[in-house]
């Protein structure tokens, strides 16, 4: 009885963790403003909300050699009522194919899958792993992709588009 017990209670405690995992979003605007000193990215929403992210100074280099006003999207995960953890800073148009570029610190993983019925959920089969260097690129002709650290696995879950996305913190 014990064991069946427990086993009861770690498949509620997995049930709930998966639950629990925070949701991937993404922010659709125009690029406002680069402030280099404080490390800032301001955007403008699709929504005409002013949004302002705060990012590695090299990720905030890179923004800057985008002209104010293009298209952007920022990608994350809310993981707290009051936190944003960024995936990546995407710049559609900005490539011909979709250019993925590791801003991290350490090599990361890149997963694409096909898209199914134009979605990401559930992502088709198989998956495309790529190793992305620490300031290396690559690129990607699923129609769906996700980035973890080397050694960690994710579920595409976001849409592919042409251009050139930044990550900037990649986890499962």
């Keep these: 009885m014990t064991h069946a017990w427990s086993g009861l209670c770690l498949g509620a405690a997995?049930?709930?963790a998966q639950e629990a995992a925070p949701p991937r979003k993404s922010v659709y605007g125009k690029l406002e403003l680069v402030n280099i000193p404080k490390s800032g990215v301001i955007m403008k929403s699709d929504d005409g909300e002013r949004l302002a992210w705060r990012f590695d100074a090299k990720v905030v280099a890179e923004v800057a050699k985008i002209k104010p006003g293009a298209p952007m999207i920022v990608i994350y995960r809310?993981?707290?009522?009051?936190?944003?953890r960024v995936t990546a800073i995407a710049f559609p148009g900005t490539?011909?194919?979709?250019?993925?570029?590791?801003?991290?610190?350490e090599a990361v993983l890149l997963r694409s899958a096909p898209?199914?019925?134009?979605?990401?959920?559930?992502?088709?089969e198989p998956f495309t792993d790529l190793m992305i260097p620490a300031g290396g690129r690559t690129e990607s002709l699923d129609g769906c992709w996700c980035c973890a650290p080397k050694g960690?696995?994710?579920?595409?879950?976001?849409k592919t588009g042409l251009g050139r996305a930044l990550l900037t913190a990649c986890f499962d």
Excluded: W
Excluded at 78 to 84: L, V
Excluded at 95 to 105: F, L
Excluded at 152 to 158: D, K, Q, V
């Design 14 to 16: 997995l049930l709930l």
């Design 78 to 84: 809310q993981t707290s009522s009051n936190e944003k």
């Design 95 to 105: 490539a011909e194919r979709a250019t993925y570029v590791n801003m991290t610190r």
């Design 115 to 124: 898209a199914v019925g134009g979605g990401c959920n559930p992502p088709g």
């Design 152 to 158: 960690e696995a994710c579920t595409p879950g976001n």
